[in-house]
């Protein structure tokens, strides 16, 4: 190779690299044999969409039921966008109660089934059982939905005592929202 060819080589190698680091990275899907059994989906259902949760959760700083001079932080609600693998936002989640809700105005709600941890600071691995949904769209059918690859969204670590009652704090979590319909 002579030192122009090798040049031009280097120089397209590097262009090529440079796109390659603009895209995003596409993460692969879950597969039912990697979660823990209790937020398995059920056998017949099948991946109609995969997205990943990118916002806060706020929680509350409350007195503890049946307690005397207790506090905790209480899980007042989500709010997050729904992105696809490539980034795109597709739609948004919020609540209460936990909604679902795709940019084609189709949207569901949920009731919890399972729950399993999912390592320190993060909220567990989760399994709902979606109602059916409203509007005809993307959350159409949908069956069960699966929230896995938690990264934080625990209560705070701030104290939360009878000076702080009423007080609200933020977290920022992410997860993937992985959508089932049968079949």
């Known amino acids: 190779m002579t030192k122009t060819t090798l040049a031009l080589f280097a120089a397209t190698a590097l262009a090529a690299l440079a796109g390659c680091a ?15 059994d209790p937020v398995k989906v059920p056998a017949g259902h099948k991946v109609a969409m995969e997205t ?5 959760i706020t929680y509350e700083c409350r007195a503890k039921a049946n307690t005397m001079g207790e506090h905790e932080w ?9 992105n696809d693998r490539s980034g795109k936002t597709v739609g948004s989640y919020f609540g209460p ?11 569901l709600t949920g009731a919890q089934v399972a729950v399993a941890p999912a390592g320190a600071g993060n909220i567990p691995l989760q399994l709902v059982k979606a109602n059916p949904a409203e509007g005809m769209g ?3 059918g949908t069956t069960y939905i699966q929230r896995v690859a938690t990264k934080g969204g625990v209560a705070p670590a701030l104290p939360c005592n009878g000076g702080s009652v009423g007080q609200r704090q933020i977290v920022t979590y992410q997860a993937d929202y992985i959508f089932y319909k049968a079949g």
């Open 22 to 36: 603009s895209q995003p990275m596409m993460m692969s899907s879950y597969k039912q044999d990697m979660l823990p």
């Open 52 to 56: 990943v949760g990118v916002g806060e």
């Open 74 to 82: 209480v899980f007042v609600g989500p709010k997050a966008a729904l």
């Open 97 to 107: 109660p936990a909604t679902w809700q795709s940019l084609d105005g189709s949207k």
């Open 138 to 140: 993307a959350m159409s």
